[in-house]
């Protein structure tokens, strides 16, 4: 055996058997108490409104107030992204780890607390269609 780390037993590798659970949030948006005021860093009107649509989303329950500051520089970033200063692929990384784009809420196991919404009636147009929404109806 080479010189290392020794294996651990079989069956007690804590890669194997463990679920991924995906978390949901509490409630919708920010946690702790109003919204707070974008940051000095932030001089373009888009950042101050993209610093209040990510607190105000879904996935901002997750967030704590720790997390502000790295947003602030987050949403600066984004903002020298949008007007050609630095590139996607520099940002992107760090706004997969902070959840704020659809992979980075799935590495994370994010996921918005499904809501209860009337299933919509659809008029079927043709025979197949009617027989579509027939079996549809008898399986559900």
Request: glycine residues 8%; aromatic residues 8%; proline residues 10%.
């Amino acid at each position: 055996m080479p010189p290392g780390s020794k294996p651990l037993p079989p069956g007690t590798s804590p890669q194997r058997g463990t679920v991924n659970v995906w978390q949901y949030p509490e409630g919708l948006g920010w946690q702790h108490g109003r919204i707070p005021r974008a940051p000095a860093i932030l001089e373009t009107d888009e950042a101050k409104a993209a610093w209040k649509d990510w607190l105000g989303s879904w996935w901002a329950a997750f967030y704590t107030p720790d997390d502000l500051r790295m947003l602030g520089i987050l949403v600066h970033l984004v903002d020298r992204m949008v007007k050609g200063e630095i590139s996607a692929s520099q940002v992107t990384p760090l706004l997969d780890r902070f959840g704020i784009t659809p992979k980075g809420r799935q590495d994370l196991r994010w996921a918005e607390r499904p809501t209860s919404k009337a299933a919509a009636t659809v008029e079927p147009s043709d025979e197949i269609a009617a027989r579509r929404e027939t079996r549809k109806a008898n399986l559900a």
